[in-house]
């Protein structure tokens, strides 16, 4: 057997997310029967990153387990039978025991706003007519590295040991007529990033201040942090991993 590395794509709207759950359509899901197809036989994955209901993916990375020489044409054979919303980048092989979420060295998301009425972008970012003060968001966004403990961002019944994240980038950037705001980290918890954005953009509005902010993520207290902007603007960019991953 051997284990192999597929950098995927899709649009998030119709699934409840990546994971595979009961009742509800999945991007895991959807990949695996695929797969599973065309190997004749189950094939379990892997992902990166457990992205949310609605969210999308330009980049993640999942891993599967296979014979040790895949079939030639299995990449065109899967974007065959994949619906529209998902692609396959490329399939390669790695080390027995690299892992495509543990292995992962960070992950960048991205969140777009758009600021006209544009039905070309509607499902791919959120509409947000209002003016913002640019100064503020960035000052926002400079102070995020300097944290740790994000527990104020994440969602309830969050189940995980720790809320440490290493931040190892957070910025806006204005293009034309959309604004992003780009982060890179080890880890993400659940919501953060939706979290992250729907506070600076009270702060970007006048709502809160930047001091306000501070508090927020010091407090550790979720309650206290806004999470009202929907999936739709949110992609995970890149997953990079090491080196180590690839066979010698």
């Known amino acids: 057997m051997g284990r192999y590395f597929m950098e995927i794509a899709y649009k998030g709207t119709r699934y409840a997310g990546f994971q ?3 009742n509800v359509l999945t991007v895991q899901q959807v990949i695996e029967d695929a797969l599973s197809v065309l190997l004749k036989q189950p094939v379990p994955i892997m992902g990166s990153s457990r992205t949310d209901t609605g969210v999308h993916a330009r980049k993640n990375v999942v891993h599967f387990d296979a014979a040790d020489s895949l079939p030639e044409h299995l990449h065109y054979q899967l974007n065959a039978v994949l619906p529209h919303d998902i692609a396959v980048h490329t399939i390669y092989k790695v080390r027995e025991k690299a892992h495509a979420r543990f292995s992962a060295l960070s992950r960048k998301y991205e969140y777009v706003i758009y600021f006209q009425k544009n039905p ?4 791919f970012g959120y509409y947000f007519p209002y003016p913002l003060d640019m100064d503020a968001l960035q000052a926002c966004a400079n102070l995020i590295p ?3 403990d994000f527990r104020s961002f994440s969602k309830k019944r969050t189940q995980v040991k720790t809320f440490i994240c290493h931040i190892q ?3 806006w950037e204005k293009q034309e007529d959309r604004l992003i705001f780009h982060i890179r980290a080890n880890r993400f918890l659940r919501g953060m990033v939706r979290g992250l954005v729907a506070t600076q953009l009270k702060v970007g509005r006048g709502k809160i201040t930047i ?3 501070r508090h927020i993520i010091e407090s550790q207290d979720h309650r206290l942090a806004s999470f009202a ?8 960019c890149e997953v990079q991993y090491g080196e180590d991953i690839f066979p010698t």
């Open 211 to 213: 001091d306000d902010f």
């Open 229 to 236: 902007v929907p999936p739709d603007g949110l992609y995970l």
């Open 120 to 123: 070309f972008l509607k499902d």
């Open 20 to 22: 595979k759950q009961k």
């Open 146 to 148: 300097a944290y740790k």
């Open 169 to 171: 980038e957070a910025r």
